[in-house]
C-alpha cells in the first residue's frame, strides 16, 4: 500500500492564484481531513470528510474548499491565494470518523505539501 | 479557550535520562486520546494511544487523568532518536481531532 499520498510536495504562488493540493488514500478509510501547520500553532484542521459526497468545515476554512467524490481522493482547492495561506499542508486519512470510533483508530499523514504564496 | 494545551519546551535532556510530558484538555466528553510524534520537516506518525487503565510500549509510558483532564508521556532512558516534536491529540463527540501544538524534545549525547 502507499498510504496517503500528496502532490505537489512544494509549490510557490502569486497572490491571487488558484490551485488544487491532490490527496490520496489506498487503505479504504471513511475518513479524510486536511491540515495546515504554521509555527506556533500546531495542526489546524481546515476541512474533513466522513464518506463519499460529504464534506465539513474545521476550524479555519475560510479561502479553502473541498470535494469528495470518491473515497479514495480528497482534493483542496485555493479559491485565490493569499500570503497568510503560507503554511504545510498535511492530508490524513482514518479507518472510520471519530464519533463512530469503538477504538482508537489513528489518522495516516501524508508527506505533506510545502506551500509559499508570494 | 484552546481544546488542547501543551507545554512547547523545548526540552533539552542527557541520553539516557527520563523525560515527561503533559497535555491538558478542555473537553471533558473527550473520547480518545493519543501521542504522535513528528520528526523535523516530516508527517506527524502516531506514537501510542492512550487508554483509560494506562498503556506501556517498551521505553514508552502513556498515562490518562480524566479527572483532571490531562494526558501524560514519560519516556525513560533517552536515546538521540527520541529527538522529536511530541503532539498530543484528542478527540470529541464530533468527528474532528485536536492537535497540541507539540512539544520539543532534544536529546543530547
Known amino acids: 500500500n502507499a498510504g496517503v499520498t500528496q502532490t505537489p510536495k512544494f509549490q510557490v504562488l502569486k497572490t491571487g492564484q488558484s490551485m488544487t493540493l491532490q490527496c490520496a488514500q489506498d487503505?479504504?478509510?471513511?475518513?479524510m481531513s486536511w491540515y495546515r501547520q504554521d509555527p506556533g500553532m500546531g495542526l489546524r484542521l481546515i476541512h474533513y470528510s466522513v464518506g463519499a459526497g460529504i464534506t465539513d468545515q474545521g476550524e479555519v476554512p475560510n479561502g479553502y474548499n473541498v470535494s469528495r467524490s470518491t473515497t479514495e481522493d480528497f482534493p483542496l482547492r485555493l479559491l485565490s491565494a493569499a500570503p497568510s495561506q503560507t503554511s504545510v499542508y498535511f492530508c490524513a486519512s482514518s479507518y472510520t470518523p471519530p464519533s463512530l470510533a469503538i477504538q482508537n483508530y489513528e489518522q495516516y499523514f501524508g508527506p505533506g505539501t510545502r506551500l509559499t504564496v508570494t | 479557550r484552546k481544546e488542547v494545551e501543551q507545554d512547547p519546551g523545548p526540552f533539552n535532556v542527557p541520553e539516557g535520562a527520563t523525560v515527561a510530558f503533559n497535555c491538558t484538555y478542555s473537553n471533558s466528553a473527550s473520547q480518545s486520546f493519543f501521542w504522535y510524534r513528528q520528526d523535523c520537516r516530516k508527517e506527524p506518525k502516531l506514537l501510542m494511544s492512550?487508554?483509560?487503565s494506562g498503556n506501556e510500549d517498551g521505553r514508552f509510558t502513556a498515562q490518562l487523568n480524566r479527572a483532571s483532564q490531562y494526558i501524560s508521556l514519560l519516556i525513560r532512558d533517552s536515546k538521540l532518536s527520541d529527538s522529536a516534536t511530541y503532539l498530543c491529540v484528542v478527540t470529541n463527540t464530533g468527528n474532528q481531532f485536536y492537535f497540541g501544538t507539540g512539544t520539543s524534545l532534544t536529546v543530547i549525547p
Open positions: 492512550v487508554y483509560s
Open positions: 487503505m479504504n478509510h471513511e475518513y
